[in-house]
């Protein structure tokens, strides 16, 4: 079964810094590109940054230029260094990953979400 974990949030003071970390497992038989999504609370969820399996990556304007995508291969895992935090910044922070198989046998294709990491930064 494909299951992904982040971890690393917590409370921040404004212009601080966070690493959240997304691990998967369970994926073998698929290739996959990873995503990061945030919704603070009464709003939508909200697109931050993705990093594709051949290393194409994107991100939304509210966090180009302070944030920045990774990924360990050899760890399975993402990671989401977040620098310059501001108050507007604060939600839970959501790993993505969409997986496709390498062939029709194989289990692990289709979108798999992570329970979520709290990011808070307030003075």
């Known amino acids: 079964q494909v299951q992904l974990a982040e971890s690393g949030g917590g409370s921040v003071q404004p212009g601080g810094s966070l690493r959240l970390s997304c691990a998967i497992s369970g994926y073998v038989g698929c290739w996959y590109d990873m995503n990061w999504y945030r919704q603070a609370s009464g709003k939508e969820r909200e697109f931050v940054s993705s990093?594709?399996?051949?290393?194409?990556?994107e991100y939304s304007d509210s966090v180009k230029g302070r944030f920045t995508i990774s990924r360990d291969i050899a760890r399975s895992s993402s990671y989401l260094q977040m620098n310059s935090l501001k108050p507007e910044d604060t939600a839970m922070y959501y790993c993505?990953?969409?997986?496709?198989?390498?062939?029709?046998?194989?289990?692990?294709?289709?979108?798999?979400w992570g329970q979520g990491t709290q990011v808070t930064v307030s003075s």
């Open positions: 990093i594709k399996y051949g290393g194409s990556i």
């Open positions: 993505q990953a969409t997986l496709t198989s390498a062939a029709s046998h194989y289990n692990c294709a289709g979108d798999y």
